[in-house]
Nanobody, 122 residues
Framework: QVQLAESGRGLVQAGGSLRLSCATA????????MHWFRQAPGKERELVAS???????YYADTVKGRFTISRDNAKNTVYLQMNSLKPEDTAVYYC????????????????WGQGTQVTVSS
C-alpha cells in the first residue's frame, strides 16, 4: 500500500508560480510511475503530468512548457513546478501512483492522494 500526501496549496496571481509536493509513505516509489491530476469545479478530473520510473515525462497540452514534473526517489517525493499560472489552472490537484512504472497515461493509477487546492486569481 502506498500513501500519498500533497502539499503546497495556495492562492497566487496570474503569471505567478507555485510548487506542489507529494510525499509518499508505505513503500519506496522508485519503481512506480507518478502522476499529477487536477479537477476544476464542474469538470472531469484530468491528467496534468506523469513521470515514469525511468524519468520519462508526459504533459497535457494545456500545461506543456509551463509545468514541470520531477521526482526525488531518495526522498520518496514527487514535485510539480507550476509557472506562468493562469486562472484556468484553478483546481484541486491530486497526486497519484501506478505500480506499472512505465504507465504515463495508459491506464488509471492505483493510488491517490487527497488533493490540494490551487487558486489562481486574475
Amino acid at each position: 500500500q502506498v500513501q500519498l500526501a500533497e502539499s503546497g496549496r495556495g492562492l497566487v496571481q496570474a503569471g505567478g508560480s507555485l510548487r506542489l509536493s507529494c510525499a509518499t509513505a508505505g513503500r519506496a516509489i522508485s519503481t512506480y510511475a507518478m502522476h499529477w491530476f487536477r479537477q476544476a469545479p464542474g469538470k472531469e478530473r484530468e491528467l496534468v503530468a506523469s513521470i515514469s520510473s525511468g524519468g520519462s515525462t508526459y504533459y497535457a497540452d494545456t500545461v506543456k512548457g509551463r509545468f514541470t514534473i520531477s521526482r526525488d526517489n531518495a526522498k520518496n517525493t514527487v514535485y510539480l513546478q507550476m509557472n506562468s499560472l493562469k486562472p484556468e489552472d484553478t483546481a484541486v490537484y491530486y497526486c497519484a501512483a501506478s505500480r506499472d512504472g512505465d504507465n504515463l497515461n495508459n491506464s488509471p493509477p492505483d493510488y491517490w492522494g487527497q488533493g490540494t487546492q490551487v487558486t489562481v486569481s486574475s
